[in-house]
């Protein structure tokens, strides 16, 4: 009877609940600082890793580039070409700058598209004229080839960088040999075209050449008084242009102005002969 008095299985009870809540706390604080330790270290590990892959990833991406070129005054208007490129490939082309107003508005919405599929096709920027837009699509050409040549000298300037990683005596030799890239640019040069005689006048022209590339071009001499000067003064700027846009002698006779224009041909022709080309 005494073993199983009331007041003794009380203190047996509340002895068993004491040592039960000293278990527990014992066993906490150790199992959870271990706890937050594992998951600690362990979640920065899967961050980091979780970082560097999406990055490696972007930088193989980042072939795909854009390459706007120089802006190209014409009789109508400016034009600029920007190019999206994705290793070394053009991908798409776009008129950032067109002739507009007037009759211009017509001829760039019926030019410009031609001229940037043709750009994409030809992956250069010996593509045709669009017929009816022959200063629209001289100065298309010349911005497309600044801007492929803005491309070029950037794409060099990185293959040195992979050459330099890739062997150290390699990257060594490359990188002196990346300022290449700007020798062109060195030699600009001044031709200029024997005299040509007309019926109204001498007709000389002198060209400004980036290598064998027409980058200007001007009369020194053209007929001169009378109605010639209002000729002259119309068809002159039209044959510069056409000089530059052809980059040939291959150029139209300006309306109303055929000895002008006959003189002019033959002078420049004989300054691209001087040039080698």
Do not use: W
């Amino acid at each position: 009877m005494k073993k199983s008095h009331p007041i003794r299985r009380t203190m047996l009870a509340a002895a068993a609940t004491v040592s039960g809540i000293v278990l527990l706390l014992s066993l906490k604080p150790a199992g959870d600082p271990a706890a937050a330790s594992a998951q600690g270290g362990a979640a920065p590990q899967r961050t980091a890793a979780g970082q560097e892959s999406p990055q490696g990833g972007s930088a193989q991406q980042t072939g795909t580039r854009t390459v706007t070129g120089d802006v190209v005054k014409t009789e109508y208007g400016p034009v600029q070409v920007r190019l999206s490129l994705s290793d070394g490939r053009i991908v798409k082309a776009d008129a950032v700058q067109a002739p507009q107003g007037g009759t211009s508005d017509q001829k760039t919405a019926l030019a410009v598209p031609r001229l940037n599929k043709a750009a994409v096709a030809a992956q250069s920027a010996d593509i045709d004229a669009v017929s009816g837009a022959t200063y629209t699509s001289g100065g298309y050409k010349k911005s497309l080839q600044s801007a492929l040549d803005k491309a070029k000298a950037t794409g060099g300037g990185s293959g040195s960088a992979g050459a330099s990683g890739a062997s150290g005596a390699k990257g060594a030799s490359a990188s002196p040999k990346a300022p290449a890239t700007a020798a062109p640019a060195a030699q600009t040069r001044v031709i200029t075209g024997d005299v040509a005689r007309t019926e109204y006048g001498p007709v000389q022209v002198r060209l400004v050449l980036a290598g064998t590339k027409i980058t200007k071009a001007e009369t020194v001499q053209a007929p001169s008084g009378g109605r010639s000067t209002q000729v002259t003064a119309d068809a002159v700027p039209k044959l510069n242009q056409e000089a530059v846009a052809a980059g040939s002698a291959d150029i139209d006779a300006v309306s109303g102005a055929t000895y002008t224009s006959g003189g002019y041909k033959k002078s420049l022709q004989s300054a691209l002969d001087k040039a080698g080309g």
